[in-house]
């Protein structure tokens, strides 16, 4: 093995040997384990979360392919109609083009063409990322295969009246000009107006004030609402007001839908801009009146006045007639919810227009069902709620999109408008028995994209088409996935996967927090906190990180301050860690937090790890080089202890993984190989290996074990950190006796029948802590590890004496103890310092190892400072002006100093006080 560990190095080549030699292929061998991956867009690259998610799926694929089981990850990318589509006429705006220019099917074959381009992107990061999808499998969610289960599954609803169209209100982005679903917009408040307007009666004899914060919509009011109850106004009710600005009346009518307490207590109402008021006009048979365009421009539905402005300009042009007509009473400051584009930004409107849906509520029930009947589980369980409560409250799903890309509604049209749906226009003609010479058009209109996101499990393994490949993997295993597309992907692969299927499209969802930054910020491009996974992974110089990051900002005026907080940051630029580092620090993140804090510095502690596990590496090939021979072996209290404690993390690591707390896993991996295998084992081993009194069935017994135990301990990483441990195993494995061309195709360690040994850990645990007290006297007293003494024991008991004499030798060796002897009964001790061991004192005679008033002088001028340096931050602690205008990281940064310097303090009176004791 090379001296020191280099990820650059190892981890494209051996993901390159394990795709060449078809590692990540089905067997068909065995019980079936299938994930799907959540398809990540075609339009961009991958981003933490994708890495995070893409690291548990992995290691869980890993975890069972290792059990034996035939595990499938199925890979695949989404077209992501919008996203898509904005990405590529950005393009052409560049050209001073738009897409109308070009045509739809010319702008359909330009899309084709950068997702030929920029498609690859996002599989060499995922092969960077040492994913072992099976990439024979690879699916795109526009393939024709895919395509037609979409085809499919549309006119299957379509025919038992499950999709229909219809004028509804829809949420409409006059960017993109298409509907959204009610997932697609995000509703945040905003500081707004509340306008108090007054409609004069029809009869001359007064007027009401009605309160909206969208005055331009009045064009379109028709009638002003109170509530039955309201005394102020029951005798209006029937009558008609003159609508101001318009030519119309509009009847006053009675709803209990209105709140008497809010404003005036009168409403005005719009049905064709409002989801409120469109259920109130079909309750009272009120007119749709459409006064805005796709361009959210006035329609000549409104007055000539106000037709063709833009909203925001005729809504000025409204509060100026008005108050020039004296019907504007008065404007408040009012606090409202905007709802925005997820996409494009914009303020949405509320738009009458012609759409397709998915009737739900049928489709809802059994879907419930399956969660509430254990059929499918929620880890953890509380998401179950939030499922809940959304599809007992879901509405039909508005699955049009006015766009070009994306799959095409299967619905054609005849001259009279009347629409039939089929999987092909030959088939409608058939179907319908249309003549050739009639001429029918397809629906311009493609369908949302998490319509054929929704088919994923199945569509992928070839449905409609009843596949050898559909029976073994459906249902899936497993999915991961973010809290964030519970509604949007989630719920709707349920849905669909029980009506086509008959059958839960998985059996376990496992919902992981969301990445943050070290600060508990969302990552995004504006905040300027975005990290590749890759950057990470490879390392990037500063130069090239503030151009990364202040480079295609939405908002160019926050560069400066981007750039400032990049250079701050990272001085230096990102070290590469490799990925290993990377997916270790993401299993240990994997709690079942909401939020996780991505923080560099844990990455960097786990490369620290992988040196380490390296190095180990390394010792142990050179420690089982020399061959002992065919014979038996004697296995030492060391070697049965590693092998005990091996257990235990070989157990710890199932039930992590089992349960969903790769957090835990990590942690019982990681505690093991540092702590008991590297700090204790490995030293444990020297005195046996390097004895010349040790025997060859002793040595052969250790060196099996050093050898057995780091190739189960590979074999236990390997899900998690695969490059690494593949890159040892190569050699770990033949010495350890294990055939074989990868550790991915190795039985994953399984427990021991017999649990560990206790007996065994408790006299190991006995020689540590003599050992760890010993070493803790030498740090306190300052004493050399290279200076050897003899210790006494006192009240030793005959089990201490037993222990000492078996294992004196670890003692001996690990903390340079020369020789120990029980105190005699009625001996005085002299002069010592202490370590308590049970009931038994390790005393350490202090003469000739220490100059006690030298010690005492030096730990008196660390103390000296130490005070010095608590006095200073206990002074800008009761500094007012520094408490309330420093940042809030920055104060409690310095009272975990104080902190801090008042632990050392009082450890270091404890250390004076042992010292002088010894005077």
């Keep these: 093995m090379d001296k020191t560990y280099s990820p650059q190095d190892i981890e494209q080549r051996i993901y390159e040997r394990w795709e060449q030699a078809g590692c990540f292929a089905t067997t068909g061998r065995g019980t079936p384990y299938s994930i799907v991956i959540p398809p990540p867009n075609v339009t961009g690259t991958l981003h933490m979360g994708h890495a995070f998610q893409d690291t548990i799926m992995d290691a869980l694929t890993r975890y069972h392919r290792m059990l034996g089981e035939d595990a499938l990850w199925q890979p695949g990318t989404d077209h992501a109609g919008i996203a898509t589509q904005m990405v ?19 702008f359909v074959a330009r ?53 229909y169209r219809g004028k509804r209100l829809v949420n409409w982005d006059p960017v993109l000009k298409t509907a959204l679903s009610d997932l ?20 001359g004899s007064g007027h009401l004030v009605v309160a909206t914060t969208r005055p331009e919509t009045m064009l379109g009011d028709t009638a002003v ?13 029937g009558r008609h007001v003159r609508l101001p600005l318009t030519d119309r009346e509009i009847p006053v009518i009675a709803d209990a839908y209105v709140d008497p307490g809010f404003g005036s207590g009168c409403v005005k109402i719009t049905p064709a801009h409002d989801f409120n008021d469109y259920e109130i006009g079909q309750r009272h048979g009120l007119a749709l009146v459409n006064v805005l365009d796709a361009d959210a421009r006035i329609s000549d539905a409104a007055p000539p006045a106000y037709r063709g402005l833009d909203r925001f300009e005729a809504r000025r042009r409204v509060l100026a007639d008005l108050e020039a007509g004296g019907l504007l009473e008065r404007v408040e400051d009012h606090r409202l919810t905007v709802p925005r584009g997820d996409r494009s930004g914009s303020v949405l409107e509320p738009w009458l227009t012609d759409q397709w849906y998915v009737r739900i509520a049928p489709l809802a029930r059994e879907a419930i069902a399956a969660v509430e009947d254990g059929r499918i589980r929620f ?32 619905a054609w049209y005849d001259a009279d408008g009347k629409v039939y749906v089929g999987r092909s226009e030959d088939e409608v003609r058939a179907r319908h028995g249309i003549a050739p010479g009639t001429a029918l058009a397809q629906d311009e209109d493609v369908l949302d994209t998490w319509f054929s996101s929704a088919l994923w499990p199945f569509s992928t393994l070839g449905w409609p088409e009843h596949t050898p490949d559909l029976g073994r993997y459906y249902p899936t295993s497993v999915l991961v996935t973010g809290f964030d597309i519970i509604f949007f992907w989630v719920a709707r692969m349920i849905m669909m996967g029980l009506k086509f299927m008959g059958d839960v499209p998985f059996r376990e969802v496992y919902i992981h927090g969301l990445i943050r930054d070290h600060e508990g910020q969302k990552m995004s491009k504006s905040k300027g906190n975005v990290l590749d996974p890759l950057d990470i992974v490879d390392g990037i110089g500063l130069e090239q990180l503030v151009a990364k990051r202040t480079t295609g900002l939405m908002q160019p005026h926050l560069a400066p301050a981007i750039e400032k907080a990049t250079r701050k940051q990272f001085p230096d630029g990102i070290a590469a860690y490799g990925m290993d580092a990377l997916r270790f620090t993401f299993a240990s993140l994997a709690t079942q937090s909401r939020d996780l804090r991505f923080d560099l510095g844990r990455v960097e502690g786990y490369r620290n790890f992988c040196n380490k596990l390296w190095n180990a590496s390394r010792y142990v090939l050179m420690a089982t080089g020399q061959d002992e021979g065919e014979g038996p072996e004697e296995l030492s209290l060391a070697d049965r202890w590693i092998r005990s404690r091996l257990d235990a993390a070989v157990r710890a690591v199932h039930d992590g993984f089992r349960s969903y707390r790769f957090d835990l896993a990590a942690q019982a991996v990681y505690e093991f190989t540092w702590y008991e295998f590297c700090d204790w084992y490995l030293e444990l081993s020297k005195p046996v290996l390097q004895s010349p009194s040790s025997s060859a069935a002793g040595r052969r017994g250790t060196r099996r074990t ?33 055939a074989g061309d990868t550790v991915m195709r190795q039985p994953f360690p399984m427990p021991a029948q017999e649990p560990e040994d206790p007996a065994v850990e408790e006299e190991m645990r006995w020689t540590m802590d003599f050992i760890l007290g010993i070493r803790r006297i030498r740090g306190e007293m300052d004493i050399a590890p290279s200076v050897g003494f003899a210790v006494l024991l006192q009240d030793a008991g005959p089990a201490d004496l037993r222990r000492w004499a078996a294992h004196a030798r670890y003692v001996e060796r690990l903390a340079n103890v020369t020789a ?33 008033e030298a010690e005492l002088a030096r730990l008196s001028k660390r103390r000296g400072k130490v005070a010095e340096d608590l006095a200073r931050s206990d002074a800008k602690l009761g500094n007012a002006r520094f408490v309330d205008s420093a940042p809030a990281a920055i104060v409690a940064q310095e009272r975990e100093r104080v902190a801090g310097f008042k632990r050392e303090l009082e450890q270091l009176d404890a250390q004076l006080a042992r010292v002088a004791s010894l005077r």
């Excluded at 590529?88 to 010319?106: F, I, K, P, S």
């Excluded at 063409?113 to 498609?119: H, L, N, T």
């Excluded at 057995?708 to 006796?737: C, D, K, N, S, Y």
Aim: charged share 25%; glycine share 8%.
């Design 379 to 410: 880890i953890p369980e509380n998401w179950d709620r939030t499922y809940y409560e959304w599809m007992r409250n879901i509405r039909d799903w508005c699955i049009s999109r006015q766009l070009w890309w994306g799959h095409r509604i299967p």
């Design 184 to 203: 697609e917009v995000l509703s945040q408040e905003e500081q707004g107006h509340l306008w108090h307007l007054r409609y004069p009666l029809a009869d």
């Design 706 to 738: 050093l050898a057995g135990t780091l190739e189960a301990l590979l074999r236990l990483l390997h899900p998690i950190m695969p490059f690494i441990t593949e890159e040892i195993w190569q050699r770990v494995g033949p010495r350890a006796g294990r």
């Design 820 to 852: 120990a002897r029980p105190l005699a009964a009625g001996e005085a001790p002299p002069q010592s310092a202490t370590a308590l061991l049970g009931d038994m004192k390790i005393l350490v005679p202090m003469a000739g190892l220490i100059d006690v």
């Design 225 to 237: 609402a109170v509530h039955p109850d309201d005394e102020r106004y029951r005798a209006l009710v």
């Design 88 to 106: 590529v006429e950005r393009q052409l705006n560049g050209e001073g083009l738009t897409r109308h220019d070009l045509g739809r099917e010319a």
């Design 111 to 163: 899309v084709w063409k950068w997702k030929e381009q920029s498609g690859g992107t996002i599989s060499r990061q995922l092969r960077r990322m040492g994913a072992s999808v099976d990439w024979a499998r690879d699916r795109f969610t526009m393939d024709e295969g895919l395509s037609a289960a979409v085809r499919e599954a549309f006119v299957r609803l379509y025919d038992e009246g499950l999709i």
